[in-house]
């Protein structure tokens, strides 16, 4: 029997929680001296209040949290999040339609970064409203579960099932045997290396504001901006090789990050997971550099490295923000960034998509079928970071991998129904469920989603989710098994 009654109780601290964190846009308001402080303070009130009422409501019940609760909780709490995240923005006027405000909304929490704004739109909202904006995303990087996990246990509730479902990747590292504690230094983790980029940023041409915010966004790998132009705006080579080194930290393992903190190198050199990750983005900035050399002329060689660097660390890692629009450069290019959206950065980092220990398992797993088809007999296991990999590891991979690839084809198929072209669909989708934002066709870095119509902004916020939460967090709902006593 699931336990409706502490899924209530959860959802309501939670609510609790995101409205103490969209009070913070309040004073950023009134410092800029801008009228919509109101609405942001209604609008976290009401968050507050709803989370005050479940939370009243429920919380002299069973606090157990199994399986099958620890999905519901998350799943529904991104969706609850977004609704109620969303108020600013609607109540306000800051964006129009409620269907907009939740799509911008449940992008920011996904840390998806697709948007419905255009340039000038974006740097029409106040101050408040983008530092909102900006703020969904840091919470929906590190996961307004994880941080949840540090409260639920003096509640008396355990937190090991919601760590299970929310923190990405085929495995989640825990730091230390209490999910309490596990959680407390991976938000460590996550609020150092965000400072230290702010003050980094803040250092060059950037204000404060912007720095904060894009650091937000960056260490999210969400890719929200307060410039139309995104990162384009700001020309020094100093802020796009900042911004590049924090989203290739941000795709690293934050396990691995903590170590570092501690200075405890010999892991980090030999994690294999984090050797490709950096041999992938080394080797297409490479291309990419090529490339810009030898078909463009508006480029020399520390720009185009610089620029390749950029767009390549941008779509891995699933930031999504952009220097350029690689839309303008040759077909080869811009098929090369739609290859990575599928790549993800590291498995326990904020980044999306498949993962690289996913994809370098396939590849292994790849290989070895040829050889086992030469040595039918031979034993033949795939082996990372010099162990043999459970089958049930691989199994599980592939299935993921399947059904990943089966949830695109059919995600085009629907946005093709909607009457756009073939290129759209496809960087439509592969952008929403990979969680990267900017994709190909008339969704580039330089376009937006306005243009989809209502059903099409819900499907593509569903497949964000779908993307976030790993697939199976949500799909599993679906199963008639999973409501069966």
Known sequence: ????????????????????????????????????????F???????FSGFLLWAIFRSYDKTVGKREGYLIVTFGWVVFSLFGALPFFTSGGIAAYTDSFFETISGFTTTGASILSGDQIESLSHGLLFWRSMTQWLGGMGIIVLSLVILPVLGIGGMQLFVAEVPGPTPDKLHPRVKETAKRLWGVYCVVTLAEVLLLWAGEMNLFDAVNHSFTTMATGGYSTRGGSIGDFQAGYTHYIISIFMVIAGINFSLAYLGMHMKFKPIWRNEELRWYLGFIIGFTIIITAILLTTRTDYNFESAFRT????????????????ADYLQWIPAAWVLMLVLMFFGGSAGSTGGSIKTVRIVLLLKNGFLELKRLIHP????????????VNPQIITNVLAFVSVYVLITVMGVVVVSFMGYDLETSLGAVAASLGNIGPGIGEVGPAANYAHFSVFGKWFLSFLMLIGRLELFTVLVIFSPAFWRK
Not at 22 to 30: K, R
Not at 377 to 388: G, M
């Open 377 to 388: 007999n031979a034993i033949v296991p795939v082996r990372f970071d010099k162990h043999a």
């Open 42 to 48: 209604v609008s976290a009130f009401i968050t507050s």
């Open 308 to 323: 390749g660097l950029f767009q390549v660390s941008s779509i891995i890692t699933t930031t999504g923000f952009a220097t």
């Open 1 to 40: 029997m699931i336990n409706f009654k502490v899924i209530g109780f959860i959802l309501g601290v939670m609510l609790i929680i995101e409205g103490f964190f969209m009070l913070l846009a309040v004073p950023i308001s009134l410092i800029y001296n801008e009228p919509d402080w109101i609405y942001i």
